[in-house]
């Protein structure tokens, strides 16, 4: 309708540039116009006409004249416009594998062949080219989309460089706008943008799928200890299911780790499901995890993803430093015992130099009491501090406490007691900024009450006190426990700190219990009683509570500490055209960053796949050093990193990573048409439905890219001019009969 009124398409009015075809000047339109204003005014007043029926019927008569008179000049449109069979039309088409969904491949297909190709031909040489996992320039396009992943921005950076020996008019984009190629960012759109290429996408595909439950995400520790307890968090979207049941399942080859019936919410939202599993013996394990198929879902393909699972056969050391003996430590050894994860040593001061130790590596080791140095005290991977006074260190070992966990990246626990924490002086010591809470700076915070325990929301979620495996029965182990022998109070918690337990002494009483923090590198917790030890003493010795919350306690305070060379993968799964990011994190035998560090990266890979790469330092990371490299084929890779110091070895670390091709093609696979229309806006071409293409090509033609001319099109003949001449004409006798004037 918009061009039979005005001629053209809006796009030639948007491009062009409002001129006067008659030669004659503009300052003479405007002193026409004034003249008729004026004559008008003259005659009117003649008339003695009431002041409003005169400004109005004044108006009608010189919009009236005024158009004439603009007629006369005879208004046109300048616009550049590309010269026919002189400019390269590139048309680029989606041939990934989610092109195959919802027939949009053959819709384009269809698009392509039976009238956009032929439109385009008739004006224009044509390139046709495919989008997949490299571009590559076609003469037919493939009978069914097979491509592995969709890199658009690869296809168009490649038409951008071939701008530059010929000339490229337009391209014309036929895609679900899916991409992963991760290439379709700013230095694509810059480059389109200087070649002055407008991107015309026609979007294929709904732009909500229905009848799909989809696994957007799963999260979990890329690395623990044999036999820990991990949490999975899955994220999910479904559409079509709302109020049905779904089981999420995961599993180890065929075994079943854990599973969940849940109950889908509303379409199109986004949520997430945690599971609890067991990770088993060492090794490196690939977990399956997977939503069971709906009757009549379209895309049961995106319904499972993997995600490997590094399970380290190490040992950490605890060092445990008492200033007196009592049950906990007595008790806290009897649990440990019973993993065989955890490697316990412990010193008791017995007197004011003497000590007690347990656990040690040779009677040379730790005869001094706590470390004063970093290289004995960083060999160990968690530190726990008891019932004993900040005083009795001396300053360099208060600030090796807070280095531990700030530099070494390290766990340190803080237990309460009579001569501990707040009642101990440690507000008042270095070591205060490290803690996660604000301690009282008093004494008798430390009472000898009974106590009982109650989890805190976040520690109802955390893994950290999960005894129960069902959170419902988790909670009421909790409250069934005998109570604590005491409890300190700690003061407020910091603001990035986190309550998991609070210690009630009575019915108003609440007192932060358990706190955790990140610090630096390393974690920090407080556990303020010294009375654990009562889960035992007052159950059934069959009861395996206190046992479970301390092994639990210690593996997330030593399970997740590095050494001098921490390496990874960004991401665990990567597409067969994608490079592996891999990084290392190295520290020199102070723990400090190695910046002169040479690291070599050995990788093995499905079918004797062998390479070695080096790393290079990372721009402003100073002590990371990065590569990037492309797996040859699909599956699972190790790589090993060794870095050296000169002569001297700092250490090595592996990470495990896999190469999937095709998987990412199923997910999120709605048409993206935010991404089609930024695309577009931002290089001067426009987003079109299928069904919206038939000015296509004239839009085309308004391109200033390639080799153009200007054109000067008229629009005093458009039918709209002369239908608002009639248009004033009929509102002037309507308005002059309803006043008796005609």
Sequence with gaps: MFEFLFNYPLA????????????????????????????????????????????????IEWSLLALLLLLLW???????????????????????????????????????????????????????????????????????PAAQRTDLGAALRHIASESSLLPVGAVVLLTDGADNGGNLGPETIEALRRARIPVHAVGFGSERITQDIEILDADLPARVLPSSRLLLTATLRQSGFRGRTARLTVRDGDRVLAQRDVRLPADGETWRETLSLNAGGAGVKTLDIAVQPMEGETNPRNNRVERLVDVRGRKPRILYFEGEPRWEMKFLRRAVEEDPQLDLTSIVRTTENRFYRQGIRSPQELERGLPSTVGELFAFQALIIGNVEAGYFTPVQQNLIREFADRRGGGVLFLGGRAALGDGGWQRSPVAEMLPVSLPDR?????????????????????????????????????????????????????????????????????PLLVTQNYGRGRVAVLATGGTWRWQMAQDARDQSHEIFWQQLLRWLAGAVEEHVTLLATRQTYSGGEAAVIRAEVRDRNYLPATSAVVSVHLLGPGGIRDTIELAPARGEPGVYEARWRAPRPGAYLAEAIAREGLEELGRDTVTFRREDGSEEFFRTEQDRRLLERL??????????????????????????????????????????????????????????RWGAV
């Design 12 to 59: 030639v009015y948007q491009k062009g540039t409002f001129v006067f075809s008659s030669g004659w000047p503009a300052a003479a339109l405007a002193a026409g116009l004034l003249a008729m204003a004026a004559l008008l005014a003259w005659l009117f007043r003649r008339r003695r006409l009431p002041v409003k029926r005169t400004l109005a019927l004044a108006a």
């Design 74 to 144: 005879r208004p046109a449109l300048s616009v550049t416009v590309l010269k026919p069979q002189q400019n390269v039309i590139a048309v680029v088409v989606d041939t990934s594998r989610s092109m195959a969904l919802e027939q949009r491949y053959r819709q384009a297909l269809a698009l392509y062949e039976e009238r956009l190709g032929g439109d385009l031909k008739k004006r224009f040489p044509v390139r046709l080219y495919q989008a997949g996992e490299a571009p590559a320039r076609v003469d037919r396009l493939p009978a069914e």
């Design 680 to 737: 577009a806006q931002q290089t001067g071409g426009r987003y079109y439905r299928p069904s919206e293409t038939g000015d296509l090509v004239k839009e085309i033609e308004l391109s200033e890219a390639g080799i153009t001319v200007r054109e000067t099109r008229p629009v005093w003949n458009a039918p709209a001019a002369f239908l608002l001449l009639a248009g004033l004409k009929t509102f002037e006798w309507l308005v002059r009969r």
């Design 443 to 511: 004494k008798g915070a430390f009472r000898r009450q009974p106590a009982t325990v109650e989890l805190t929301r976040a520690g109802a979620e955390s893994l950290l006190l999960r005894i129960e495996e069902d959170p419902e029965k988790n909670a009421a182990r909790w409250k069934a426990l005998p109570y604590l022998a005491d409890y300190q109070e700690t003061g407020q918690p910091k603001p990035g700190a986190t309550v998991l337990a609070e210690a009630i002494p009575g019915v108003r009483l609440r007192h």
